[in-house]
């Protein structure tokens, strides 16, 4: 009798770990699979997705922080995408502009921009790679295959640029203002498209097999190119993206922007309808510590990239002022509840005449990142083979998700 007591106690443990081994294979799909184990390949908007265009210039539409302020946690996100759930060394991300690559001797990304600096200062040793140059730019097959330590985080040599001709409007739609910023998103989203197909294409060449991630926002034509990089083109002449491009995607990540007025209306139709297949690779998200907690329950970064954009975002100044002001004025912060306006007179925590409507959507990606982190560090002591285990059960209870371990 007490043989089979025992016996039946260690048989418990056993099923349930088999269940949840069962519970999270099942719920990847064939390209996610393959995506374990290898380096991601992050390619990147900049306007309104790494910093905020505050709807000037035509560069965007957003408006909730000043033109040229790097949204909090924005590098460490897509450093943390690119390490991975196994926290592999990052490759350089390569950035997407519509800015025209005729001018980008005179308005490209320089490595003195912002841009540059924010990715370089966090000062990891990152495997450097060549994805395919400008068209003039004629480099040696041996080189581009080389694989040489570096401490850039962002290629720039690699950085794909726009066409002047998208900027400009057809004669047809010279007076209808919404067509012709519609046709000026689906050319730019177009372009787009065509330049992440050449430079993933030359993977294939590569010392070493990659994924793809596409980081953009909602403001312009970005969702033309993330629907139709998860496998769903819409009616605007996509360009046919080859299939080891396609099998080689693992999610794309939309910034929710705040936009101008009548931008919902130019964009109707950008956005896909809910659909369970794509679901899991279509990401949307308001800022980036409630990107890093989506991408760690989506099993897209590790718990050290959690911790360095919760990290990076806590260093940035737009949070301090966040945080002073809602001390001035008696509002909880993280943990205790997002609300409150800027008291008169005081300092605007997101820059002058922007008030502090940065602030609650920071506040509320914070307080789920952190309280995130909070319950992953009580079981950081537990011995490895069973800490990923006791993780899924607790994130299961905690936040009712089974699909967090998914890669």
Known sequence: MVVHLSTSFAVVPTVLICASVLAHLSLRTQSQMQCRGMPTQVYSDVDDTLMCSNNKHRAGVDTQLPKGQLYPGAVAFQLALSRGFEDLPPLPVVLLSARPNLLRRFIGIAPTSPIARAFNALGIQTPATTSVHDENMAIDDKEANSVPTTTNNLDLQAAEYGN???????????????????????????????????????????????????????GQGDEIVARALVGLPGSY??????????????????????QVPDNDVITQGFT????????????????????????????????????????AVEQEEVWVRCQKSWARDGVAGVGGGVGGGVGGGVEEPCGPTHGDRCCVELAKGMEKASQLLVLLKSIQYVPRPVHRYLEYWLMVLRFGYVRHLQV
């Open 272 to 311: 896909p309808a809910p659909n369970l297949d794509y679901d899991q690779r279509y990401v949307r998200f308001h800022s980036y510590p409630e990107a890093a907690y989506l991408a760690y329950r989506k099993g897209a970064i590790s718990l050290d990239g959690l911790s360095s954009v919760v990290a």
């Open 164 to 218: 002047l001709f998208d900027l400009l409007p057809k004669p047809s739609n010279l007076f209808n203002t919404v067509k012709r910023r519609r046709d000026r998103y689906i050319a730019l989203g177009r372009t787009k498209l065509i330049n992440i197909n050449r430079s993933a294409s030359s993977f294939d060449g590569a010392p070493y097999p990659r994924c793809i991630t596409f980081v953009g926002d909602s």
């Open 237 to 258: 002449e996509d360009p046919v993206l080859s299939t080891t491009v396609l099998q080689r995607v693992h999610r794309v990540w939309i910034h929710h922007v705040l």
